[in-house]
């Protein structure tokens, strides 16, 4: 609870668990991917999971509205290579220590809305939000992070340059 996260170990590799497992816990949303998404390197990928490439930090489906996942179960069953390592980052206290140090990169992030789209042969989704997401109350809400999936909309060319910098 403290963290957001938890590590569970020894969890049985039947056919199936995983998505019984999840259930227990809440519902299992399908999506275009299926009701659960088996990550492994195969030819002609629609989604970076599909490759061997390095995952920088980034929100999953950032494109989807209503914004999941709440929770994100993810279950190593197999892995015969060196790497793979997952990394975790706490979004909140990340846009808490912007708000604190960096009001003006706070508050573009808050204010300027980009597009996430994902696009494959089969489907198309696409949704509008800022990367920092506040309630009606200007309360932190979520953080849609994810710099391969944003389209930058058109701004002046001072306000773009800031609006990059503040991301990075």
Avoid at 73 to 96: A, P, Q, W
Avoid at 128 to 139: A, G, T, V, Y
Avoid at 145 to 152: A, I, K, T
Wanted: aromatic fraction near 14%.
């Amino acid at each position: 609870y403290k963290y957001g996260f938890v590590v569970v170990q020894d969890v049985p590799t039947n056919e199936n668990f995983l998505v019984k497992f999840g259930n227990m816990i809440g519902s299992v949303k399908r999506t275009n991917f299926g009701e659960h998404f088996n990550v492994k390197s195969k030819p002609n990928p629609n989604d970076l999971a599909y490759t061997a490439l390095n995952l920088s930090p980034h929100t999953d489906n950032p494109y989807r509205n209503p914004f999941p996942p709440c929770i994100q179960i993810l279950h190593c069953i197999e892995n015969e290579v060196s790497g793979g390592f997952s990394t975790l980052v706490d979004g909140y206290t990340v846009t808490e220590n912007l708000k604190k140090d960096d009001p003006d990169a706070y508050k573009i992030l808050s204010e300027v809305k980009v597009r996430f789209k994902f696009t494959d042969k089969n489907v198309m989704l696409e949704d509008w939000s800022e990367l920092i997401h506040l309630d009606e109350e200007k309360n932190f809400k979520q953080v849609r992070f994810s710099p391969r999936l944003d389209y930058v909309p058109i701004l002046e060319k001072n306000k773009l340059d800031f609006y990059y910098k503040a991301r990075k």
